[in-house]
């Protein structure tokens, strides 16, 4: 697994703890790492997100609410809409990530702590918030799911 990959599984399960105990930020950070100790090639990742989405909760929540036709933030589940809320979070302001590494990576995140649903619902919100957002990366077709560069590509 990826320090990525890892930090952002990390990142989301912080934010499940902070909603659902109310703990502050700082206690459930380092909660966490004491208790599930994790690769430390993930740690500046998953901080780095958990502060950005903590921080920036209720922007990123108007952003999704926009996004999600007919969906009340509130009414998501806890994995959902914490999922949406990072995947928000990295769209805009982690362009150095590719946008379909960030939809693909929250969409596995929600099919893998979600419910049976839960993949879709996070695949067609995010990409209607990386739509809203502006987010075509460079020589990617967020249509084909190809993020490489055309030579890279055949074309």
């Known amino acids: 697994m990826g320090a990525r990959t890892g930090g952002r599984e ?3 399960k912080m934010l499940f703890a902070v909603e659902a105990s109310q703990t502050d930020l700082d206690s459930a950070i380092a909660l966490f790492w004491r208790e599930f100790g994790g690769d430390p090639e993930t740690r500046p990742y998953a901080d780095e997100s958990v502060r950005g ?5 209720d922007a990123l929540d108007e952003t999704i609410r ?6 009340r933030i509130e009414r998501m589940t806890r994995v959902d809409r914490n999922v949406l809320r ?3 979070w990295e769209l805009k302001h982690r362009t ?3 946008r379909e590494v960030i939809l693909d990576e929250a969409i596995e995140l929600a099919k893998r702590y979600g419910s049976e649903e839960s993949g879709a619902f996070v695949n067609g919100v995010l990409n209607q918030v990386a739509e809203n957002l502006g987010r075509i990366d460079p020589g990617g077709d967020p249509e084909a799911g ?6 890279a590509r055949g074309s």
């Open 10 to 12: 990390a990142a989301l």
């Open 53 to 57: 989405v903590l921080d920036q909760r």
């Open 66 to 71: 926009t996004a999600s036709e007919n969906w």
């Open 86 to 88: 990072l995947g928000t």
């Open 96 to 98: 150095d990530v590719p």
């Open 146 to 151: 190809d993020d490489r560069e055309p030579s």
